[in-house]
């Protein structure tokens, strides 16, 4: 059963305009959720997780609980923020990790 | 520098080849970690370990195999490869009290 979803391949903003990237998850339990980005021709790293509530690049995603959410939004996108977003959710004291399939998220002049 | 590596980044093997993808990090991190990952797909687990002699399969069913001798060491075997197997393979690593993952550059492995 698929955890995490993330129901867009592709957002296209243009520049300073807000963006919000979806993320849905399916788990019973506390959940430890987090986003990662791939930036081109580098690798897969933190962005921020949930429990820190922490802004990141300007970035800030707020777990909800009753629409099992927890989607990243940036109120004005910059160029340098086109990448890819991997939402992931971590149980079993994070032994096991989820990952979605990915947005990408390209960021027009 | 404290990093991650992977060996080789890219691989092409004929059906039937054993394959070793090596993955080391001198992160001094007890958990590591192998993900699949088609191309537009999700990363998908299938193999972690918590430390020497420690190993689990994910919940995506692979027929590779993984060893943990040396803490820095956390290679991945496929005895016959297939095509089936064609995918990108990443590694990553952790500290036991820690959430954030560390990634390798990743091996893109075809098998034709």
């Known amino acids: 059963a698929q955890r995490v979803t993330q129901p867009e391949k592709l957002l296209s903003v243009f520049k300073g305009a807000p963006v919000e990237l979806k993320c849905n998850y399916s788990y019973s339990g506390s959940p430890e959720l987090f986003w990662y980005v791939q930036y081109s021709r580098q690798r897969l790293q933190l962005l921020l997780r949930h429990i820190s509530r922490e802004s990141i690049k300007g970035f800030t995603a707020d777990l909800n609980k009753g629409e099992t959410s927890f989607h990243l939004k940036k109120p004005f996108a910059q160029e340098e923020d086109s990448a890819m977003y991997y939402c992931a959710l971590a149980i079993y004291n994070f032994n096991k990790f989820y990952f979605g399939s990915g947005t990408k998220l390209n960021v027009k002049p | 520098e404290a990093d991650i590596y992977q060996t080789p980044r890219y691989l092409v093997i004929g059906t039937g080849k054993k394959i070793t993808l090596e993955c080391s990090q001198t992160m001094g991190h007890d958990k590591m970690y192998w993900y699949q990952q088609d191309p537009g797909m999700e990363l998908h687990l299938i193999h972690y370990s918590y430390g020497v002699n420690s190993t689990e399969k994910g919940d995506l069913s692979s027929e590779s195999t993984v060893s943990r001798i040396r803490t820095e060491h956390f290679p991945l075997t496929l005895e016959s490869a297939r095509p089936s197997h064609t995918s990108q393979y990443l590694c990553?690593?952790?500290?036991?009290?820690?959430?954030?993952?560390?990634f390798g550059p990743g091996t893109r492995l075809t098998v034709t």
């Open positions: 990553a690593s952790s500290e036991p009290s820690f959430y954030e993952q560390y």
